[in-house]
Protein backbone atom coordinates (compact mmCIF):
# COMPACT_ATOMS: atom_id res chain seq x y z
CA UNK A 1 0.00 0.00 0.00
CA UNK A 2 1.63 3.35 -1.02
CA UNK A 3 0.45 6.53 -0.24
CA UNK A 4 -0.17 9.81 -2.31
CA UNK A 5 -2.11 12.51 -2.18
CA UNK A 6 -5.18 11.87 -0.83
CA UNK A 7 -5.69 8.98 -2.23
CA UNK A 8 -3.93 5.36 -0.78
CA UNK A 9 -3.54 2.56 -3.29
CA UNK A 10 -4.89 -0.91 -3.31
CA UNK A 11 -4.26 -4.26 -5.34
CA UNK A 12 -7.96 -5.27 -6.79
CA UNK A 13 -8.73 -9.00 -6.41
CA UNK A 14 -7.82 -9.08 -10.62
CA UNK A 15 -4.32 -7.60 -9.68
CA UNK A 16 -4.75 -4.23 -11.27
CA UNK A 17 -4.01 -1.44 -8.45
CA UNK A 18 -6.60 0.97 -7.21
CA UNK A 19 -6.19 4.16 -6.10
CA UNK A 20 -8.60 5.20 -3.11
CA UNK A 21 -9.90 8.88 -2.18
CA UNK A 22 -9.31 10.60 1.12
CA UNK A 23 -11.70 13.77 -0.22
CA UNK A 24 -14.94 13.55 -1.55
CA UNK A 25 -13.31 16.01 -4.79
CA UNK A 26 -10.83 13.45 -5.07
CA UNK A 27 -13.25 10.93 -5.06
CA UNK A 28 -15.42 12.67 -7.88
CA UNK A 29 -12.55 12.28 -10.18
CA UNK A 30 -12.70 8.98 -10.30
CA UNK A 31 -16.12 8.28 -10.72
CA UNK A 32 -17.75 7.24 -13.95
CA UNK A 33 -21.05 7.49 -12.68
CA UNK A 34 -22.32 10.97 -10.82
CA UNK A 35 -21.79 11.21 -7.15
CA UNK A 36 -25.71 12.27 -6.73
CA UNK A 37 -27.95 13.88 -4.01
CA UNK A 38 -27.76 13.47 -0.26
CA UNK A 39 -29.45 10.43 0.03
CA UNK A 40 -32.05 12.03 2.32
CA UNK A 41 -34.95 9.32 1.96
CA UNK A 42 -32.79 6.76 3.82
CA UNK A 43 -30.83 8.88 6.33
CA UNK A 44 -32.28 6.85 9.17
CA UNK A 45 -30.33 4.24 8.03
CA UNK A 46 -27.39 4.90 7.57
CA UNK A 47 -24.07 6.09 10.19
CA UNK A 48 -23.11 8.77 8.23
CA UNK A 49 -23.52 10.68 4.86
CA UNK A 50 -24.74 9.00 1.56
CA UNK A 51 -25.21 9.99 -1.91
CA UNK A 52 -27.67 8.29 -4.26
CA UNK A 53 -27.58 8.91 -8.26
CA UNK A 54 -30.43 6.87 -10.22
CA UNK A 55 -28.58 4.90 -12.89
CA UNK A 56 -31.38 3.00 -14.53
CA UNK A 57 -35.29 2.85 -12.92
CA UNK A 58 -37.45 1.75 -15.75
CA UNK A 59 -36.06 -1.52 -16.62
CA UNK A 60 -34.47 -2.07 -13.71
CA UNK A 61 -33.30 -0.66 -10.37
CA UNK A 62 -29.68 0.57 -10.52
CA UNK A 63 -28.16 3.53 -8.25
CA UNK A 64 -24.96 4.52 -7.57
CA UNK A 65 -24.92 4.79 -3.83
CA UNK A 66 -21.64 6.77 -2.29
CA UNK A 67 -20.70 7.17 1.17
CA UNK A 68 -18.54 9.00 3.14
CA UNK A 69 -15.73 7.65 5.05
CA UNK A 70 -16.85 5.56 8.23
CA UNK A 71 -20.22 5.63 6.57
CA UNK A 72 -22.30 2.23 6.42
CA UNK A 73 -25.99 1.11 5.95
CA UNK A 74 -27.80 -0.47 9.12
CA UNK A 75 -28.12 -4.49 9.13
CA UNK A 76 -30.41 -5.28 6.83
CA UNK A 77 -32.20 -8.27 4.77
CA UNK A 78 -34.16 -8.24 1.18
CA UNK A 79 -36.97 -10.09 1.08
CA UNK A 80 -38.39 -12.03 -1.93
CA UNK A 81 -41.19 -14.17 -1.76
CA UNK A 82 -39.53 -15.74 -5.13
CA UNK A 83 -36.45 -14.23 -6.69
CA UNK A 84 -34.90 -10.65 -5.65
CA UNK A 85 -32.25 -9.52 -3.80
CA UNK A 86 -28.92 -7.39 -4.63
CA UNK A 87 -26.19 -6.98 -7.04
CA UNK A 88 -23.07 -4.71 -5.55
CA UNK A 89 -20.51 -3.69 -8.37
CA UNK A 90 -17.70 -1.45 -6.52
CA UNK A 91 -16.85 1.28 -8.71
CA UNK A 92 -14.75 3.66 -6.82
CA UNK A 93 -12.95 3.60 -3.52
CA UNK A 94 -12.75 0.73 -1.00
CA UNK A 95 -15.52 -0.02 1.04
CA UNK A 96 -16.77 -3.77 3.14
CA UNK A 97 -19.79 -5.97 2.93
CA UNK A 98 -20.48 -8.23 5.74
CA UNK A 99 -22.74 -11.30 5.60
CA UNK A 100 -24.29 -11.50 9.42
CA UNK A 101 -21.99 -14.27 10.95
CA UNK A 102 -19.77 -14.29 8.50
CA UNK A 103 -15.82 -12.31 7.78
CA UNK A 104 -16.06 -9.35 5.60
CA UNK A 105 -15.29 -8.88 2.48
CA UNK A 106 -13.66 -5.55 0.69
CA UNK A 107 -15.06 -4.04 -1.72
CA UNK A 108 -13.27 -2.43 -4.44
CA UNK A 109 -13.80 -1.06 -8.05
CA UNK A 110 -14.79 -4.45 -9.88
CA UNK A 111 -15.64 -6.21 -6.89
CA UNK A 112 -19.10 -7.95 -7.34
CA UNK A 113 -20.81 -9.09 -4.57
CA UNK A 114 -24.37 -11.21 -4.92
CA UNK A 115 -26.47 -10.93 -1.88
CA UNK A 116 -29.61 -13.55 -2.12
CA UNK A 117 -33.13 -12.30 -0.51
CA UNK A 118 -33.21 -13.49 3.03
CA UNK A 119 -29.78 -12.71 3.84
CA UNK A 120 -28.52 -10.37 6.54
CA UNK A 121 -25.97 -7.81 5.45
CA UNK A 122 -24.31 -4.18 5.40
CA UNK A 123 -21.83 -2.67 3.34
CA UNK A 124 -20.50 0.38 3.42
CA UNK A 125 -16.89 2.34 2.69
CA UNK A 126 -13.73 2.10 4.80
CA UNK A 127 -12.67 4.23 7.80
CA UNK A 128 -10.43 7.05 5.42
CA UNK A 129 -11.31 6.64 2.66
CA UNK A 130 -14.76 7.34 0.15
CA UNK A 131 -16.66 4.17 -1.88
CA UNK A 132 -18.93 3.90 -4.02
CA UNK A 133 -21.16 0.75 -5.79
CA UNK A 134 -23.70 -0.35 -7.80
CA UNK A 135 -26.98 -1.41 -6.01
CA UNK A 136 -28.85 -3.50 -8.42
CA UNK A 137 -32.19 -4.74 -7.46
CA UNK A 138 -32.68 -8.12 -8.56
CA UNK A 139 -35.68 -9.33 -9.44
CA UNK A 140 -38.62 -10.77 -7.21
CA UNK A 141 -41.98 -11.43 -6.48
CA UNK A 142 -42.98 -9.18 -3.40
CA UNK A 143 -39.73 -7.97 -2.89
CA UNK A 144 -39.32 -5.50 0.25
CA UNK A 145 -36.15 -4.05 2.29
CA UNK A 146 -36.56 -5.14 6.02
CA UNK A 147 -33.76 -2.30 7.81
CA UNK A 148 -32.38 -3.38 11.39
CA UNK A 149 -30.21 -2.26 13.72
CA UNK A 150 -27.49 0.22 12.95
CA UNK A 151 -23.64 -1.68 12.79
CA UNK A 152 -22.09 -1.09 16.07
CA UNK A 153 -18.83 0.64 15.93
CA UNK A 154 -17.16 -2.28 17.50
CA UNK A 155 -18.77 -4.14 14.90
CA UNK A 156 -17.68 -1.82 12.33
CA UNK A 157 -14.10 -1.18 13.53
CA UNK A 158 -13.79 -4.33 14.12
CA UNK A 159 -13.72 -5.37 10.27
CA UNK A 160 -12.35 -2.19 8.63
CA UNK A 161 -9.46 -2.30 10.94
CA UNK A 162 -8.40 -5.96 10.24
Not at 93 to 121: C, D, M, N, S
Request: charged fraction near 15%; proline fraction near 6%.
Amino acid sequence: MSTQTNKTEYMSANGVPVAVATTQADHAKSMVFPIGEENVAFVQYFVGNSYLAPVETKALGIYNVTFEPKCRNHWHIHQATKGGGQILIGVAGRGFYQTWGEEPKEILPGTVITIPAGVKHWHGADADHWFSHLAIEVPGEDTSTEWLEPVSDEQYFGVVTK
